[in-house]
């Protein structure tokens, strides 16, 4: 047999996830090489280059772009870069993952689909929740009608804390434009074809209230209406001492799924102190699977010329409407409603 051809992806960005997509690029999946890796800070990308046996590391996402027989990028950059480095890469006819968010305003996210679409190439966005294995057979649910039509819809992400970040070096929103965008994604995906209508958001800085007045938010909650009737709560902490929790539920008229389980496994410790699990950490051990199938996926798309049933930019675009609808709720403490 015929062996299949690999596909060579250059990674944008070795920092944290970057990093982690690296390595699943060049270890844990069959049919991708990871052939390049750019990174401006200094010796970032020479660093993981060594570390998972790659030749070539760059300073400047153009030298990427140049490699020879690159077919595809994973981009991993700060969220601030993340639009003009797709573009970037789509004018160079390559394949694009994106970490989310793909773009910080709707100009920004129209201009990015645009690129994709005039390059023709497959534009798939880091929404991995939709790969986690709980959330799949969720959606795969609704699907199938077992729960009727959606009525409650609710999703939520608490970081693991205990919180240690600076707040002064995170930007301004950032729990809407990167967290809770995350969210967004998954109450549009469980709620197939319906429109968001209305959104009231309320946020705080309850882990660091001093740093409040800076613009710094840690805590939200977002209230959102759908043309279908039914309704949905976002809702994010950056600090769950317990662990990294993500959980999601969609009550319906026939019935309800819930997904997610911040338990590491169902190993149950039954001791003296009495019963007792170990939960999740980091994303990068609760979502090894769905990070991995995503990328495994993006792959197979770049192989067939179209993604399929994967996250593209207008679902980026439809995600991020939300969270500049929240950040407008919150700056003037009222509902907003989307046309
Ligand atoms: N899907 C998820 O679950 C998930 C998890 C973590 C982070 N993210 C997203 O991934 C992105 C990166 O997050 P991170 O935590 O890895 O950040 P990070 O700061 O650890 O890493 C970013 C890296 O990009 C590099 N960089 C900056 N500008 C660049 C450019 N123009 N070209 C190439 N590299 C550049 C930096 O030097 C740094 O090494 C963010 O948008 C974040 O929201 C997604």
Same mark, same amino acid.
Request: hydrophobic share 45%.
């Given at each position: 047999? /015929?062996?299949?051809?690999?596909?060579?992806?250059? %990674?944008?960005? &070795?920092?944290?996830?970057?990093?982690?997509?690296?390595?699943?690029? #060049? $270890?844990?999946?069959?049919?991708?090489?990871?052939?390049?890796?750019?990174?401006? #800070? /200094?010796?970032?990308? &020479?660093?993981?280059?060594?570390?998972?046996?790659?030749?070539? &590391?760059? #300073?400047?996402?153009?030298?990427?772009?140049?490699?020879?027989? %690159?077919?595809?990028?994973?981009? @991993?950059? /700060?969220?601030?870069?993340?639009?003009?480095?797709?573009?970037?890469?789509?004018? @160079?006819?390559?394949?694009?993952f994106c970490e989310k968010p793909m773009a910080l305003t709707l100009e920004d996210a129209d201009r990015a689909i645009a690129a994709a679409r005039?390059?023709?190439? /497959?534009?798939?966005?880091?929404?991995?929740?939709?790969?986690?294995? @709980?959330?799949?057979?969720?959606?795969? @649910?609704?699907?199938?009608?077992?729960?009727?039509?959606?009525?409650?819809?609710?999703?939520?992400? $608490?970081?693991?804390g205990p919180f240690g970040a600076d707040p002064d070096r995170i930007p301004q929103w950032t729990i809407f434009y990167e967290t809770l965008i995350h969210d967004f994604d998954t109450l549009l995906w469980l709620n197939p074809g319906a429109k968001p209508v209305e959104v009231f958001a309320m946020a705080d800085a309850l882990? $660091?209230?001093?740093?409040?007045?800076?613009?710094?938010?840690?805590?939200?909650?977002?209230?959102i209406r759908f043309d279908n009737g039914s309704v949905a709560v976002a809702e994010a902490n950056f600090s769950a001492l317990y662990g990294y929790d993500i959980r999601g539920e969609v009550f319906g008229s026939g019935g309800m799924v819930?997904?997610?389980?911040?338990?590491?496994?169902?190993?149950?410790l039954f001791d003296k102190d009495g019963v007792s699990n170990?939960?999740?950490?980091?994303?990068?051990?609760?979502?090894?699977?769905?990070?991995?199938?995503q990328l495994a996926a993006f792959v197979d798309a770049v192989r067939n010329g179209e993604l399929k049933d994967a996250p593209t930019g207008v679902d980026a675009r439809n995600a991020l409407m939300i969270a500049l609808a929240s950040i407008e709720s919150v700056s003037k403490n009222q509902p907003v409603l989307l046309s």
């Open positions: 047999m /015929p062996k299949i051809k690999s596909v060579n992806v250059g %990674l944008i960005g &070795a920092g944290r996830i970057g990093s982690f997509h690296g390595q699943s690029i #060049a $270890r844990r999946l069959v049919d991708a090489e990871l052939v390049a890796i750019a990174d401006p #800070a /200094p010796g970032a990308a &020479a660093k993981l280059a060594e570390a998972l046996g790659v030749d070539a &590391a760059y #300073a400047e996402v153009s030298e990427l772009l140049a490699h020879p027989g %690159l077919d595809a990028v994973v981009i @991993a950059t /700060p969220a601030r870069c993340h639009t003009n480095v797709l573009v970037q890469a789509a004018e @160079a006819g390559k394949a694009i005039s390059a023709r190439v /497959p534009l798939q966005v880091g929404f991995n929740r939709r790969w986690d294995q @709980a959330f799949a057979e969720g959606r795969a @649910a609704i699907d199938a009608g077992k729960i009727g039509a959606p009525q409650l819809i609710r999703s939520l992400t $608490r970081d693991p882990l $660091r209230p001093e740093a409040k007045e800076k613009g710094f938010l840690d805590t939200a909650v977002v209230n819930t997904m997610g389980d911040v338990r590491r496994s169902s190993m149950t170990d939960t999740w950490r980091r994303d990068t051990d609760h979502f090894v699977q769905g990070y991995t199938a």
